[in-house]
Each structure stands twice: as C-alpha cells, then as structure tokens.
C-alpha cells in the first residue's frame, strides 16, 4: 500500500483538539471520524469524541493482519468499555446513551482486500463512490435548515446566524435523542455507530474490493463531496464555505461554519494505491 495523499485538519486548527484520526500500517488503513460533542462535557480532559478516536486508533494499530471485522469490533468495544470503567463513566453512559463517546470508522484490511463501513465515513475504489448516509441526518439537516430558513425571513442575517447558530440549538434534542437509535436494528431510524457496545453485524457495510482495483480514497464526513483528488475535493469544500457557511442551502448539515473556524467539521483524506 503506497500512500498518495493525505490531509488531516481539525475544524479549530488544533491537532490536539481534532475529532478525526487515522491509521496507516502495514496490514489497515482506517479513517475515524469521532462525533461532534453534544453534551458540553469532556473526560480526562478530551471531547468524547476524541476519546473515542483515540480508542478506537490505538486499538487497530496493534490488530494482528487476519483480524476479522467482527473481532475487530469486539476489541475495539472491550478497550472502550474499559476507558468507561476507569473514568467511573460506565453506569452513567448505559443510562444516558447521549454520553457516549462515538465515532464512524472506514477501515481497508490488506488481508481481506475489503473496506468496512461503520457509521458515515466515505471511500472511492477507482473512482467510484461508496457513501453510508443515515436518514436520521438527513432529518436533523432539514430541521436545521428550515429553522434557519425562517430566522432569515425573521430578520437575522447569516453574519448574525455565524455568530450564533440558533438552528443548531433547536436541534440540539433531536441530536441526543438520536444517541438511543445507535445500533438498533429493528427501528427505521435505527444506524451503526462505534460506542463501546454491540454493533449488528448485519447492518454494517463490507466492499470487496476488485482485484484489478488500483486506488482507493477514505475520508470523513467532513467532506460533503467526495471526489478523486485532495485538490478537487478541497476546492469544493472551499467554495460551499464561501457560498453557503452555514451549511444549510446548497450542502445540508445539522452544523455550520462557526466564526473562527477553519471548516465546518474537521476533515480527513487518505489516497492509496492498492
């Protein structure tokens, strides 16, 4: 595996504070994409979502070569079921499933020659799109942009909405409600997510990738069009973020560009030869 490109950028600018990680070894390459902070607070000093990222990272960077994916979902939930315990987190994340650190993992295993979707992180094989959207996003999108929609014919400006994002706010319960549908299997808004606890096996997306396959491209979320160059896919972040930063018109999102910020989530890209 022979690494392209790459780009790792936290939405603050901060590496210590960026939400995304990634691992690059001899046997995986794996994007993580640790979810956006919805309860204000941090354990042992870090987002859950970093947490999460940095669990989830340390444990592929040491998975032997044949590791199945279901084992490989196993260890991660072991080692962050453990990080709850030593934090004294455990009980209170089972009663509030809001509190969990989460996180969306792509993973590229050597051995399998397949890609393993777990949550909405993107990938490309040739060219070719492969996306694991959620309906729930695209309700909490919706909500946002109308609500924003009509504070705009209220008289805000989108300076003013910059400021304060009041679309994001009244979303906000729609946002940790959805923390009780993570790995639900037997509900229509029911997704797969990585937490801590079981995942259904069934519901998480395996691509095989072709044999004759030469490239392939992972990245987070953080990209809302995906294509098959860095360059091309800076360029239309670039201009969605001059547009439309909030993020509410031309690309939907539940979150927009904070005033300040580089982006409006951070961002992940990794291109490798195969």
């Known amino acids: 595996m022979i690494i392209i490109e790459l780009l790792n950028e936290g939405k603050l600018g901060k590496a210590d504070l960026c939400e995304d990680m990634y691992v ?30 940095e669990l989830i990272k340390e444990t592929i960077q040491n998975l032997p070569k044949d590791m199945l994916m279901s084992n490989m979902i196993e260890e991660i939930n ?40 777990i949550g909405d992180c993107q990938c490309m094989i040739d060219g070719t799109l492969f996306t694991n959207e959620k309906k729930i996003d695209e309700i909490t999108a919706n909500a946002r942009s109308m609500y924003l929609e009509a504070e705009i014919e209220k008289g805000k400006t989108i300076e003013e909405l910059l400021e304060n994002d009041t679309g994001w706010n009244f979303i906000q319960e729609l946002i940790q409600m959805q923390y009780n549908l993570q790995n639900v299997s037997d509900n229509q808004y ?23 396959a030469k490239q392939i491209v992972m990245a987070s979320d953080g990209y809302p069009f995906l294509k098959d160059t860095l360059k091309e896919s800076e360029e239309i972040l670039a201009d969605i973020m001059e ?15 904070n005033k300040g910020n ?3 989530d951070d961002r992940t890209y990794i291109k490798f030869e195969v």
């Open 24 to 53: 690059i070894n001899d046997y995986f390459i794996a994007v993580i994409d640790g979810a956006t902070n919805v309860s204000g607070r941090k354990i042992n000093g870090k987002t859950p979502g970093r947490l999460a990222a």
């Open 78 to 117: 072991k080692n962050m079921q453990s990080a709850y315990k030593d934090f004294g987190i455990y009980e209170e994340i089972k009663e509030n499933a809001w509190l969990a650190p989460t996180a969306s993992l792509i993973v590229y295993s050597k051995h399998y020659h397949e890609i393993w979707q």
């Open 190 to 212: 029911g997704f797969e997510i990585i937490n801590g606890f079981p995942v259904n096996l069934s519901t998480v997306k395996t691509i095989k990738v072709p044999n004759d």
């Open 243 to 257: 547009k439309d930063p909030l993020c509410f018109r031309i690309y939907k999102s539940s979150k927009g560009l």
């Open 262 to 264: 580089h982006s409006f």
